[in-house]
């Protein structure tokens, strides 16, 4: 009996040990999972909220530009200032949608670093204008208007439907058609056709439009970046726990087949001196058999190989 434990024991562990090798891989695999996910989605929200950022952060550039542009002094070099540090933003934005984890997220970051730059190029023109433009300074004024008119033109039909809908609205409005009619009257160096004040409410309802446009399409960008963080992180979490309960199921059943293997029974060989003294005794007629077994060896040991027979000089 104890010999059957031992053994039963044995099979057991040699049972145990892959299988529990089986689960501990499991177990990395799954975290490594869970831990992949977690860090795309952490990419994906950081993402979004560092293009929310740098959104807000351009705005605050545009009005201090606006303010320092009025001033007296040399406005070429800080309309350059500006607009290159606005650029230098736009262009990390443009970093972080290229390297979105999603195809989807980066197409519609995209969309939104498309949309502030038609912003930016809109607020530089408007910008100049307000400061008052000059020959060396109406080239980079209809060079901003131009810019962000084929931009605009161009991410139109990109957009969201309701997102369409807001532009179709603009473009209709009589706001849009009154700046227009201010755009190319100062790129052709002629007096606006409307008033100041007129123009000044039309550039404002065109800006606040245009911003919101941008707006709406970092949100919806940041959502789906959030949301697909998510789903890739439930389905790790998913995949993980499958992963695990599967190695714990193989473990399971490799331990109840061990449990169920039917356990050898080997006999020990029987040695003279164990058993009892009346099977001890060897009858009488074992050693006239035994004698006559001994001779009959001897004689064919003495056998000529060549003639068959027997060598009996010896």
């Given at each position: 009996m104890?010999?059957?434990?031992?053994?039963?024991?044995?099979?057991?562990?040699?049972?145990?040990?892959?299988?529990?090798?089986?689960?501990?891989v499991a177990l990395f695999i799954g975290g490594f999972l869970v831990h992949q996910a977690i860090q795309l989605r952490d990419d994906a929200e950081a993402g979004a909220v560092t293009m929310a950022e740098a959104s807000r952060g351009m705005a605050v550039l545009r009005r201090d530009r606006a303010a320092a542009l009025k001033a007296p002094g040399s406005r070429s070099a800080t309309y350059t200032a500006y607009a290159d540090r606005i650029d230098t933003s736009l262009s990390a934005l443009r970093e972080?949608?290229?390297?979105?984890?999603?195809?989807?997220?980066?197409?519609?970051?995209?969309?939104?670093?498309?949309?502030?730059?038609?912003?930016?190029?809109?607020?530089?023109?408007?910008?100049?204008?307000?400061?008052?433009?000059?020959?060396?300074?109406?080239?980079?004024?209809?060079?901003?208007?131009?810019?962000?008119?084929?931009?605009?033109?161009?991410?139109?039909?990109?957009?969201?439907?309701?997102?369409?809908?807001?532009?179709?609205?603009?473009?209709?409005?009589?706001d849009w058609g009154r700046f227009g009619a201010v755009e190319t009257a100062l790129s052709a160096a002629n007096p606006p056709p409307v008033t100041q004040d007129a123009w000044r409410v039309a550039a404002g309802v065109v800006s606040r439009s245009l911003g919101d446009l941008a707006t709406r399409q970092i949100s919806y960008s940041a959502q789906l970046a959030i949301d697909g963080g998510r789903r890739v992180l439930s389905g790790a979490l998913a995949a993980a726990t499958a992963i695990s309960l599967l190695a714990l199921v193989v473990m399971a059943v490799a331990m109840l087949l061990a449990r169920r293997l039917p356990i050898p029974v080997i006999r020990r060989p029987v040695r003279l001196e164990t058993l009892p003294r009346p099977i001890r005794r060897v009858p009488s007629s074992w050693s006239h058999l035994v004698n006559d077994y001994a001779g009959k060896s001897t004689l064919l040991a003495h056998t000529r190989h060549r003639t068959g027979r027997a060598d009996l000089s010896g």
């Open positions: 104890t010999y059957q434990r031992s053994l039963r024991a044995r099979m057991l562990s040699i049972a145990f040990v892959p299988s529990a090798a089986l689960v501990l972080i949608a290229r390297a979105a984890p999603d195809a989807e997220v980066g197409y519609q970051q995209t969309i939104a670093v498309e949309l502030l730059t038609v912003v930016e190029g809109m607020d530089r023109s408007d910008a100049l204008a307000v400061a008052g433009i000059d020959d060396e300074g109406r080239r980079d004024y209809a060079a901003a208007v131009g810019a962000y008119h084929s931009r605009l033109d161009a991410v139109a039909g990109k957009l969201t439907e309701s997102s369409r809908q807001l532009y179709r609205d603009l473009v209709g409005s009589a």
